[in-house]
C-alpha cells in the first residue's frame, strides 16, 4: 500500500527500520485524530452563522465529520441533518450532540444522496469539496440541487490565495495535537503530484517505536482547487454565479486563508417546490 504513503514517510520508516500501517484519517483510529487535528479550529463558523441566520431552519451540513460546524448550528437553533460517508466521525459526533438536539445523523456519501426532502441552507465546510475529483464534484452538485429549498443557499468553503499557493507544494513539518490535554507531536507530509492536480497527506506520530514496529499513518488524498475553478463548475452544474465572502482568521488578511461561496439554484424561478 505504498501508494497510500508520501515518498518522505517510505523513506523515513525504511531508514529506521520500521514498518507503516495505514490508515484512513477519516475513519476508524484515525476518526479521534481527525476530531483532534481539526475540532478546535474555529475558521469559518462565524461566516457560516452569518449565512445560516438569514434562511430558514433546515440546514443540510455535508461532510459534517465529528460536528466542527453541526453544533454550532444546532445552537444557533437550527435542524441539522448532519451527513458523513464515515460512520466512526457521526459516531464521535453522537457522543458530542447535547440533550434534545434537533439533529438528524446520515450516513451517505456526499456524491450520491436522496432524502426526500429539501433545506433552506447546504453546507459544505472545511474545504470538504477537495475530496472530491471533477466527475465527484459534479455528481455533488446535481445532489444538492435536488435537495435545495426555493429560496435556499449552498455555501461552501475553498482555500483563498494564499493557502493555494502554500497547498501546492511538497513539505514535511512537525506539528503538535493536543489529545485530550496531553500533546503529541506528529510529522505532517504532504507531497503534490506531478500533475499538480493532487496532494497526497500524511500524518505520523514521531513517539519512539521498536524497530520492525508497525508505526500507525493516518493517510488522505486531496485535489487542488481553487475559487476559480470552482465557481466555474458550480455555474456549469446550474448554480447562479457565486458570491465570494472572505473568512478572517490564520493571521492572514480576509479571504486569503479560505473563502466561503454562496450561491442558489436559479432554476426555482417559475419551478414548482
Known sequence: MTDLLT?????????????????DVYAGVGARFYDDLVGPDRSEIHEVLTVARRGGPAVLDLAAGTGRVTLPL?????????????????????????????????????RDFDLDRRFDLVVLAATSITLLDAPGRA??????????????SFLLSVAGSVTVEALDVTVDRVIDIDREG???????????????????????????????EEVPVLTTRLHLLDVATVSAELVEAGFSAPTVLPVRGGGLAPGEGMVLLETCDPGWAGRAG
Open 7 to 23: 515518498a518522505s514517510v517510505r523513506q523515513r520508516l525504511a531508514d529506521a527500520g520500521r514498518r507503516a500501517a495505514p490508515h
Open 74 to 110: 444546532l445552537r444557533a437553533g437550527k435542524h441539522v441533518t448532519a451527513l458523513d460517508l464515515s460512520t466512526d466521525m457521526l459516531d464521535r459526533l453522537r457522543v458530542a450532540l447535547p440533550y434534545g438536539a434537533r439533529c438528524d445523523l446520515v450516513a451517505a456519501d456526499m
Open 139 to 152: 455528481r455533488l452538485f446535481a445532489a444538492v440541487r435536488r435537495h435545495l429549498g426555493e429560496r435556499g
Open 182 to 212: 496531553v500533546i503529541e507531536v506528529f510529522l505532517q507530509s504532504q507531497e503534490v503530484d506531478a500533475g499538480g492536480r493532487a496532494r497526497l497527506v500524511n500524518w505520523v506520530p514521531l513517539a519512539e517505536v521498536a524497530p520492525d
